[in-house]
């Protein structure tokens, strides 16, 4: 009797320890069970699969629920494992806003591609581009199948979407959106979020895919009003991206009268408007110098970078085709054939 006691008072106080130390989070499986009727903000873990020991795969989803009835707007951030700054973005936002003064509710997701993020890697676990195989399969390979899962299980429930990027291992990028900029809309979303430059990019025909979709394209085919925006550089969180980002989020929950208002027709929009752009790649192997800047404006024929061979002896320099503004750049020195050098906008 007397060891029972010891048990039991050791069981409450595990049991008290546990209450205070975390918060328990509750799982879903699909974000059409989230409960839209407490104001404030709720924590889930999404069920995206089950792993090797049965355990569910799960990635965090953060709700800020409105007083009052109004649209969703879904943030998902670092679908690649390597670009991370969306998440601090997600984060401050979330002590940014006071959920008594919104209409509808926010979904953020802080960490879509659940693998990658931890084992530091751009792609998913069998090295495929998650970004590329949209819509996903329900009886596809590993990829499809967590591909498959965002697209029925998160992009259902958004009315507006902000895609949320950064540059790749060895690259760095200026803030700027891709949207279709034929779409009125779309166009003023992407005004909202202030960024460097503005590129009309309608979606990623991939070819060799296993689909050629994005998850903006398959937002948008949803009838979403869907953007991507490209934060910066990537494996690092940047305060002034952070800052910038939430900045524009709440620009756009004031646009859609959902936080408080402002007048569109006075809104500052110093971005750089690009009809196209494009990667120019090498040529030839060697160690390569990019000196140009992010946003630099280049005019046909400026030298941008220069390859040099093992010994030194520049072996191919490199001249803008044409005029344009540097969206983004390598910044890995050592490059076989075939690297990229820049990331071309035409104005």
């Not at 690092?236 to 900045?247: A, Y």
């Given at each position: 009797m007397k060891y029972f006691k010891y048990f039991v008072l050791t069981l409450l106080i595990l049991v008290s320890f546990l209450s205070f130390s975390q918060e328990i989070v509750p799982i879903i499986k699909n974000l059409s069970e989230l409960d839209n009727k407490h104001i404030g903000v709720r924590n889930y873990w999404l069920e995206m699969g089950t792993n090797t020991y049965n355990f569910p795969i799960l990635i965090p989803v953060v709700v800020i629920q409105g007083s009052s009835n109004g649209p969703t707007l879904g943030l998902t951030a670092a679908i690649h494992g390597d670009e991370l700054n969306g998440i601090p973005i997600i984060h401050e936002l979330i002590s940014s806003i006071d959920a008594k003064r919104l209409k509808g509710r926010v979904i953020a997701i802080p960490g879509v591609n659940a693998y990658s993020i931890q084992n530091d890697q751009r792609r998913f676990i069998d090295d495929e581009d998650l970004n590329r195989i949209f819509p996903g399969k329900i009886d596809g390979d590993r990829s499809q199948q967590y591909a498959y899962k965002i697209n029925e299980r998160v992009l259902p429930s958004f009315n507006i979407h902000i895609d949320m990027h950064t540059a790749s291992f060895g690259r760095v990028n200026s803030m700027y959106a891709r949207v279709d900029s034929s779409n009125d809309t779309l166009r003023i979303l992407a005004k909202l979020q202030q960024p460097d430059i503005i590129l009309n990019s309608k979606g990623a025909s991939t070819v060799g895919a296993k689909t050629s979709s994005t998850m903006r394209e398959e937002a948008t085919a949803k009838g979403k009003q869907s953007?991507?925006?490209?934060?910066?550089?990537?494996?690092?969180?940047?305060?002034?991206?952070?800052?910038?980002?939430?900045?524009?989020?709440?620009?756009?929950?004031?646009?859609?009268?959902?936080?408080?208002?402002?007048?569109?027709?006075?809104?500052?929009?110093?971005?750089?408007?690009?009809?196209k752009s494009y990667w120019i790649y090498m040529e030839e192997g060697g160690f390569l110098d990019v000196p140009v800047a992010l946003k630099q404006h280049l005019q046909k024929g400026d030298k941008f970078a220069t390859v040099r061979n093992a010994f030194g002896s520049i072996i191919k320099e490199y001249f803008a085709p044409e005029d344009g503004v540097v969206i983004g750049k390598s910044t890995n020195p050592a490059n076989m054939n075939g690297g990229r050098i820049i990331h071309l906008g035409i104005k």
């Open positions: 953007i991507t925006i490209e934060y910066g550089n990537p494996q690092v969180f940047q305060g002034e991206m952070t800052d910038r980002g939430v900045k524009g989020i709440l620009n756009t929950l004031a646009w859609l009268n959902m936080y408080e208002t402002i007048n569109i027709d006075k809104f500052e929009d110093n971005a750089i408007y690009c009809k």
